[in-house]
């Protein structure tokens, strides 16, 4: 037997919207047209679900959230777009999410991810599955987030910036260059300081792979070779498991060029 949902008489929902089952909806919540929500979610006081938003199942949408806001682009010129939020994620208080421009038509927060308070997701950006993003810390748009990042509190990320899975970013930082995946990005200005060894081993990485990333990272960021020469290197010495695979591709793809190694 579904659960009925819970929708306070002092919410509005536009009779457009699309609400899946035992989704809680309090007080002073406003939910547009083209709205589509999934199954067992939990909206808060006053938070905003505008139009063009979709949002999955089991997810808790704290007070003064606003998803779907129109991108703040001066390009924007009225286009259907989406705000696509995946399962499981909370979103906390203030955080705002903008739909999508021409560019690329949506933005996609994917699943179990945390956006702390006041995070600011801007048009076309892509967030994995399992990140954490620390508050205040603003994502411009076109940007990419990999699966498993840590952003910590009060950080800038240019837009059309990538960031690799399984990192982490210190507090404050601002960065316009890729930051390749398994690292731990800080300092000022940011550079390269050492592989989240703890973040890997907590996600059950081998001993023998977290060595073989630090292997890669030292050929990278060590050994005093350009990035065309030093990836050469790692794919002629190094065994090509999924994770160097992951590391090499990552920075080959990178228009914009990866961070710095540290002085």
């Known amino acids: 037997m579904q659960e009925q949902n819970k929708i306070s008489p002092l919410a509005y929902v536009h009779p457009e919207a699309h609400i899946g089952h035992n989704v809680e909806i309090a007080p002073f919540v406003f939910i547009d047209k083209n709205v589509v929500i999934g199954d067992n979610n939990v909206i808060m006081a006053n938070a905003n679900i505008l139009y063009g938003s979709r949002i999955g199942n089991g997810n808790t949408i704290f007070p003064g959230a606003v998803i779907g806001a129109i991108p703040q682009d001066l390009k924007f010129r009225g286009e259907e777009t989406t705000a696509e939020i995946g399962d499981n994620n909370t979103i906390r208080e203030n955080v705002t999410i903008n739909r999508g421009t021409a560019a690329k038509g949506r933005t996609i927060v994917g699943n179990n991810n945390l956006l702390m308070e006041g995070v600011h997701v801007a048009h076309d950006a892509m967030v994995g599955n399992g990140c954490i993003i620390g508050n205040a810390t603003k994502l411009a748009g076109e940007i990419i987030i990999d699966d498993n990042s840590i952003i910590s509190g009060g950080v800038l990320m240019h837009q059309f910036c990538h960031v690799g899975g399984y990192g982490m970013i210190q507090g404050g930082c601002r960065f316009s260059k890729d930051i390749p995946p398994y690292i731990i990005a800080g300092r000022e200005p940011i550079c390269y300081a050492g592989l989240n060894i703890?973040?890997?081993?907590?996600?059950?990485?081998?001993?023998?792979?977290?060595?073989?990333?630090?292997?890669?990272?030292?050929?990278?960021?060590?050994?005093?070779?350009n990035t065309t020469d030093a990836l050469k290197k790692i794919e002629e010495e190094m065994e090509m498991t999924p994770e160097i695979t992951y590391i090499v591709e990552f920075i080959k793809n990178s228009p914009r060029g990866i961070i710095p190694a540290g002085k």
Do not use: D
């Open 198 to 225: 703890v973040g890997l081993r907590r996600r059950n990485f081998s001993n023998e792979t977290i060595e073989a990333i630090h292997n890669a990272y030292r050929i990278i960021y060590q050994s005093g070779l």
